[in-house]
Nanobody, 129 residues
Framework: QVQLVESGGGLVQAGDSLRLSCAAS????????MGWFRQAPGKEREFVAA????????YYADSATGRFTISRENAKNTVNLQMNSLKLEDTAVYYC??????????????????????WGQGTQVTVSS
C-alpha cells in the first residue's frame, strides 16, 4: 500500500523547464518501480518515463528522450521528473505511479498502465507559446 502525491505543475512558456515531484507514503518505497504518465483531454494515458526500484535503470518514451530525466531519492520516498525544453504538445495532466516488484527485479522499468498498482491524483502542466 502506497499513497502518491504529485507537485510542481504549472503554466510555463515553450522552451522553459519544470521539475515535477512525487511524494510517496509507506514503509516499502524501495520495493516499487516508479513511472510517470501523462494524459491530455480526450486522449489515452501516455507513458513518459520509468525508473527501477534502485534507480539503476531508466526508460523513456521517444517524446521524452533527451529532454526529460526521471530520478528517485529512496531515502526521501521521492520520485522526480525534470522536464527541459518544454513544447506545446507536453501539455497534459502528469501522473506518477508505483509498480510493486519482486525483491530480485532490480532493473524492472514497466511501461504500461496495467503494470502499475498505485497512482497519484495528477498535476497539470500547461505549456504556452
Amino acid at each position: 500500500q502506497v499513497q502518491l502525491v504529485e507537485s510542481g505543475g504549472g503554466l510555463v512558456q515553450a522552451g522553459d523547464s519544470l521539475r515535477l515531484s512525487c511524494a510517496a507514503s509507506g514503509r516499502t518505497f524501495s520495493t516499487y518501480a516508479m513511472g510517470w504518465f501523462r494524459q491530455a483531454p480526450g486522449k489515452e494515458r501516455e507513458f513518459v518515463a520509468a525508473i527501477s526500484r534502485s534507480g539503476g535503470r531508466t526508460y523513456y518514451a521517444d517524446s521524452a528522450t533527451g529532454r526529460f530525466t526521471i530520478s528517485r531519492e529512496n531515502a526521501k520516498n521521492t520520485v522526480n521528473l525534470q522536464m527541459n525544453s518544454l513544447k506545446l504538445e507536453d501539455t497534459a495532466v502528469y501522473y506518477c505511479a508505483a509498480a510493486q516488484v519482486s525483491s530480485g527485479s532490480y532493473y524492472y522499468t514497466p511501461r504500461f498502465p496495467r503494470e502499475y498498482d498505485y497512482w497519484g491524483q495528477g498535476t497539470q502542466v500547461t505549456v504556452s507559446s
